[in-house]
Each structure stands twice: as structure tokens, then as C-alpha cells.
């Protein structure tokens, strides 16, 4: 058996990017070893098709993966690493999706000749609409930066950044950015109601909307700043709305602040 990547985890999120990788066909089953302490996770894994294991030593003495993916909570990170030294000669590249772990914390417990790869994702990425930011220490080389790009882009949209430092502003906008979603679609919803509509006509109308604005967003060719005026007749009711979200750049200033506490806020949690 040749194990191209070990999965470290396998919670929500690592099954739902190995799930990706086998239905894409980036990845054959019999190329992944997954490690899972959970039995009911580890048995879910196994259903892919997967070689599981319940702790990193039953990893075969003669692998030498391609990657090994850290999938596991920040709060662990070091127990769960520090099990994996034995790759961190060079031969394999880490990739962690973790939030707010630096790459700096793997190059401390790994060694100097790890090349580290770090990975905002957020939760669409469980069903292949996520946003997937990578940082690379140097030691990463470009083919292997291309091959974790489009193992990535099997979970969504894959973007690239040059500067580490630049990922507490990555979680503040793509990591924490679905929840504010999720909290305008439960505004909507309630701001429905109380112009008449029944609960489940409201919620339907609110998520719809949303979901279809964003995809439309996403697939045309115009800016959203565009799409936006083509929707707002003059003296409208959509203005009348904007007029509201837009005035004193009101919408425009609440997000902001709402990025920048989130950025702060990752800023501290990565001390």
C-alpha cells in the first residue's frame, strides 16, 4: 500500500474534505490512511474505503506520505502534532486547518526541515462551497503547493496569500463570514414577519434570497456593485430599503467593525 496522504482527524470537517477528495478523484481510497481515535468516526471513514487507524503508531513503518493533514481542534494541537514528528524530515509537507494555529507551532514541535502548510477553511466546505486560504512556510515546494491547491479546491474556492499575518483578517471575513450570513438570513426572516408573512414563508423567502443572490453574484460578470443598481428602480422600493442599509454608509461601517473585532479577537486567540 502506498499511503500519498495520512488524515490526522476526522471530525466534521476532515471527513468532509475526504469525502471531496474521493468523489473529485483526486485521491484514490487506498492512497489515504486516516487516524481517528473515535471509533464511530473512524468506522465512517473506513466505509470510504480507507485504511483507519486509532492512533499514529499503527501508521506503517515504511510510509512516507505526501502530506499529512492536521483536522484536529487548536485545544490539541501539540499532543496530536508531536505524534507525527517522525515524517518531519523534509519528505513530507504538513497541512494544518486548524484556526489560529501559526505555522511557526508546527515548525516548533516538527522541526526545522518540515515544510508547513496552513489553511483557513470555513464550513461550506462541507459541501464543496467553501473558501479555502493557504499560507506556505519556504520549505514547501511549488508542485506540492499546486498538488494541496487542488486537493483544496475539491472543498470550493482556493486563494493565496504571501503573508501570515494576513490570516487573522482571512478568519475575520471567510472563517467567521458564514455566521454573519446566517445571522442576516435569521434578521430577514424576522423583519419578514413582521410585515405579515407566515413563519416558514419568511424563512423560505429569506434564505432563498440570499442563496440566490450570492450564486447570481457569483456567476455573473458584473459587479456587485452593479447587480445592486440593476435591481433599484429610481425612488423605488429598493431604494426606499438602501436608503435605510446605505445611508451614512450604515451597513457598510457595522461590517466593518464587525470584521475588525473578529481580527483582533484572532489576533489574541493566536498568542
Known sequence: MTIRLVLAGCGNMGY???????????????AVFVVEPNAELR?????LGCATAADASEIPADAVPDLVVIAVKPQVIRDVTADYKRFGDGRTTFVSIAA???????????GSRAPVVRCMPNTPASIG???MVVFSNPLVSDDTKRFVADLLSASGEVAIIDDEGLMDAVTAVSGSGPAYIFH?????????????LPGATARLLAMQTVYGAASLAAESHEDPGVLRQQVTSPNGTTAAALGVLMGEDRLTNLLTQAVEAARLRSIELGK
Do not use: C, H, N, Y
Open 16 to 30: 468532509a474534505m475526504l469525502s471531496g477528495w474521493l468523489k473529485s478523484g483526486k485521491l484514490a481510497p487506498s
Open 129 to 131: 462551497k467553501g473558501m
Open 43 to 47: 468506522q465512517r471513514a473506513a466505509t
Open 184 to 196: 442576516f438570513i435569521e434578521a430577514l426572516t424576522v423583519a419578514a414577519e413582521k410585515a405579515g
Open 100 to 110: 489560529g494555529t501559526p505555522v511557526a507551532t508546527f515548525e516548533d514541535i516538527l
